[in-house]
């Protein structure tokens, strides 16, 4: 009769490991765990344990319900700001005002969060890792049951293919092997056994232990459940990851900044007003409501919907680059992102084994295509040779068909391998030859592959010959082979040719490869069960060196992240000699490797130290990402970081911008991942960081012309305050510019497509605000000439008008001066640092129909009856819009100028030089 299981089968609530079942013996475990090798549990028991342990899923704190992410959409300081100024034009009496104010609010706060709904339900679209269900022994029979009611005790059954449903102890394997890159990073599956291991073994070296996620690659296996749901080695990870805290953007820390200065300005112009009017002689009260009322126009209304549009639309962008965002502002702080921290497998690699080079004892072959489609040839000294003409190559291909279990296949989102990567990399070596399994071959024997013989043997008959086809580790097949293949005959085996061959399979390990020999024998009928006298006097094919290989667009993204100003590190749990392969062969310039064991040596001094170097990281498990990453943030770096397993869920969370794979990445990961690659390539995030600098730009650039548009309101109706003229601008005359006009030109210029030279410039500074003293100068001036001329405009039509309608005429061309002053003044912020005709003045369509848009707006607002009675306005003459459009002019005149000027002239060594157009970004930058 089975008892309740011992309290030691998971692990404890805070986490922690109670039992290492790795250092334990399978009979032992199985005890411990109160369960049947045989029969496994009974339904009954089954049930019970459920409900003590609870389903075998992983928790998901972070849960993103519809509420959380409107919610999201209004904590922000300039919703703030405009929620206060709502506030006081209902005190004042400004209905309209509030109504108006607040209608914007709650439309920006809509479309956040449809944005980042869409994102969120994208993402539910592509969790697709743990295993739905998997089978086991209940009841003394197998059965398929929901992963979700596995249980501590229960017997798993797992052949290739399968995805581990929990954490076992294996008490039974036959060549197994386990894809743990998702957990450990390691990009070669590792082969498992029964025996205990030492009790402080790492993660990937507990070979006893098949891990929750993990996926089957070759063999068949049974195990007992130590852990389900959060007590598994994905659960502890997963448990890591919700214990940090998210983290403001640093476009969210700049807005504040923003919101937080437009705040003071506000204040401080309340104050002057108040002052200077009571100075005069008005009454205190008066110029105290005057002010309030000008502190609100300075707030542009339209700014947080403007950036919310643009944001929006930048996902959109966002896509077209294979990037999927979870939330609207991470595009902006990877287009900041000072240092770049990836994984090798699958984000610069392919993770698809691919022969590259052969080794016959006639010479080296390189061989052409990568991953598994068979397209590509073979060849010598960069020449292609004639396969039919190398016998030794066919015989050794022929090997690799036969000592092979794995298959590739095409589907039509291409070439894909079932079984051990490195034999489907064999597969696919021979194919690009025309060598494919032959189904009708006759498979004699076999001898199969596990970590004490490092080799495999299958025997073939062949008509009335047996051969027996063996690969494996370079050094055990050597010391097995008395022949040697060269050319096209067999020859006895000297002891140059022995030498030969461990210098040529340790130069092809040097260069990161792994290697594997290849061999055979014509064997006597009566060898055929007898494995130690079937693999001996072997003659010796060659050796294969095979990589992942990098992506073909990762060595040009490397390049342009370096000329960007980005760092990239490589973290990765693979070997060191892999990675500085990897490294070299896309161009990343690494001087040292630094290993998990060594990192543990480090205290973080020294850590400062080395990460100022050119450097990566191997063998390294989540706590050491996370703890990378946040050494970097310290040192005030803007951390990007790409994964997708669950071991990178931490530091994804850690980073400033988490980057999770979409095609092989864990639930986990994506959870954790403000952004997800539909790809899976290091290219895109390169792009994706262009267009994060391209939607910063534009914020810069929508903000300045905003302010500047608020900054010549505001000076136009101070200064005639002071000059005690009557009221220049009528609310919702100001509200009509605000909305209408700036509004609509300023979504607009969130579309301007990507300067010149923006991947040449370093990131920008964390610490920069989005108004530094260049912006704010650049509001002051255009924002008072803007203001000047709308004063004088009103002043000389008062001066010049007779009758009645003098004020309200005087009024009409202040408003319509005023427009037309922002509308040539948005053309000086479509570039912030070239002049318009190296921008190009068609390359952004969309603000030329928002400009026509706006003056045909304005046009109505003159003309139509309706808008006229409205908007209080009147029509006006030739005359009129002659003078505005002579006094407008001048504003982007001067100011495309000094672009002019700072473009193609600059100092150098305290002389004024001319600065050729190609090498502008490098010198201004």
Known sequence: MIQHVNSTANATDDGSESQAWHNSDAETTILQLVTDPQ???NSREAADRLGKYGTNTLENRRKVHCYMVLGRQFMDVLIFILLAAASISVVLGEMADAVTIMVIVILNGILGFIQEWKAEKAIEALQKMLAP????????REQKIDAKELVPGDIVVLETGDRTPGDLRLFEAWELRMDESSLTGESESV????????????????????????EVTNGRARGVVTSTGMATEFGRIARLTLTIEQEPTPLQRKLAVLGKQMGIFSILISVVVAVAGWLLGRPLMEMFLTG????????????????TITLALGIRAMVKQRALLRRLQAAETLGSATVICTDKTGTLTQNEMTVTHIWLPSGELTVTGTGYDPQGHFEQNNLPIDCRKRHDLLALLKTGVVCNHAQIFKDEKGWHDIGEPTEASLLTAAAKNGLHPDEHAGLVNEFSFNSRRKRMTIIEQVQERLIAHIKGAPEVILERCTRIADNNKDRGMTAIDRESTIAAYQALADQGLRTLALARRILPKDLVADEKLVEQELTLLGIVGIIDPP???????????????????????????TAKSIARAIGLNVIRAVSGPELDQMNDNVLKNILKQNILFARTTPEHKLRIVSMLKKMGAVVAMTGDGVNDAPALKKADIGIAMGLRGTDVAKGASDMILTDDNFASIIGAVEEGRRQYDNIQKFVRYLLSSNMGEVVAIFINILLDGPLILLPVQILWINLVTDGVTAVALGLEPVEKGIMKRPPRSDREPILNKAGILMIILLGGYMGAATLWLFHHSLFAGKGADAVYTSQTVAFTGIIVLEMINVFNFRALRAPLATTGFFSNPFLLIAWVVSFGGLLCALYVPFLQNALHTVPLGWSDWGIIFLVSLPIFIMAEAYKWFHFYFGFHNGRLVFIHEKNYSNIKS
């Open 39 to 41: 029969n496994g549990l």
């Open 551 to 577: 992506h073909r667009e990762v060595p040009e993204a490397i390049r342009l992240a370096r000329s960007a100003g980005i760092r990239v590190i490589m973290i990765t749990g693979d070997a060191s000699a």
């Open 133 to 140: 269900h998997c089978r086991v022994v209940r009841d003394g």
């Open 191 to 214: 082969a498992k056994q029964t025996k205990p291991v030492d009790e402080n073994a790492p993660l990937a070296e507990q070979s006893s232990m098949a891990w929750m996620g993990t």
């Open 292 to 307: 309030i009322s000008l502190a609100v126009a300075v707030v542009p209304e339209g700014l947080p919907a403007v950036v």
